[in-house]
């Protein structure tokens, strides 16, 4: 029995861990054969070194140079995914002006020049993958740059459907997801946190890596979806 993605090759950009290792093993499980890029090559290496199908590439989301140099590496792709991002959180006077650059700058400017030098390598059946996030849809003091850097995402994934078209484009926004990011917070600090959500989000629990890892995959085969946001949050925004 062959996979959905048998026969296709995919990029994934981002860390060796949590949602992009989550995307690219399941793309794997599908059939296809996995490219997983970052900015360090290494790292991806040692993450991948045991899954057969993914193999290591370097790329730099913040530097154009290194996205087109990636592209004439590859070739040709069926399917791009980057779920790379650089958070800017804080209230509005503690925030950074670097701090918000670069996050505009990894997941918006980044994967319009992605889409610049990639989209010409994708076949009219393929698809481009971006990341949002759920502080665009639920507003939250603290969230303010991170709420305008995933609507931009938003808005950049409907005006790249339109552009690219029939080469479909979409976008995740996960809600909170146990990835380990919030391991910052120390053990009970996390804890408290995830209960709180848990407690009022409508699924009452706390979404994992491979709820997001779906999500991507049905948007890479959905033939007739583009131009959309796939909200995988639980529920959260309505608390």
Do not use: C, Q
């Not at 054969?33 to 993450?47: C, E, M, P, S």
């Not at 409907?158 to 926004?173: C, D, G, K």
């Amino acid at each position: 029995m062959t996979g959905p993605l048998e026969g296709k090759t995919v990029l994934v950009i981002g860390r060796g861990a949590g949602i992009a290792n989550a995307i690219a093993v399941t793309a794997r499980d599908a059939g296809a054969d996995v490219t997983a890029a970052g900015r360090n090559h290494d790292a991806l290496a040692d993450a991948y070194a045991h899954e057969p199908g993914i193999t290591a590439e370097t790329v730099d989301l913040t530097d154009e140079t290194s996205i087109a140099a990636l592209g004439e590496r590859l070739g040709t792709v069926d399917h791009v995914v980057t779920t790379a991002s650089a958070r800017a959180r804080g209230r509005i006077a503690d925030l950074d002006r670097d701090a918000v650059r670069l996050s505009f700058d990894t997941k918006v400017i980044g994967p319009l020049m992605l889409a610049k030098h990639l989209a010409p390598r994708i076949p009219d059946s393929g698809s481009l993958t971006l990341f949002s996030g759920v502080a665009a849809a639920k507003i939250a003091i603290g969230t303010l740059a991170v709420a305008i850097t995933n609507a931009a995402a938003e808005t950049l994934t409907r005006s790249l459907a339109l552009e690219l078209a029939p080469t479909r484009v979409n976008a995740i926004s996960p809600g909170v997801i146990d990835t380990g990011a919030w391991d910052a917070f120390g053990e009970d600090g996390k804890a408290e946190y995830f209960a709180d959500i848990r407690t009022r989000n409508p699924v009452r629990r706390i979404g994992t890596t491979h709820d997001i890892a779906d999500a991507v995959l049905f948007a890479m085969t959905s033939t007739f979806l583009t131009g959309e946001t796939i909200h995988v949050d639980g529920g959260e925004p309505l608390t």
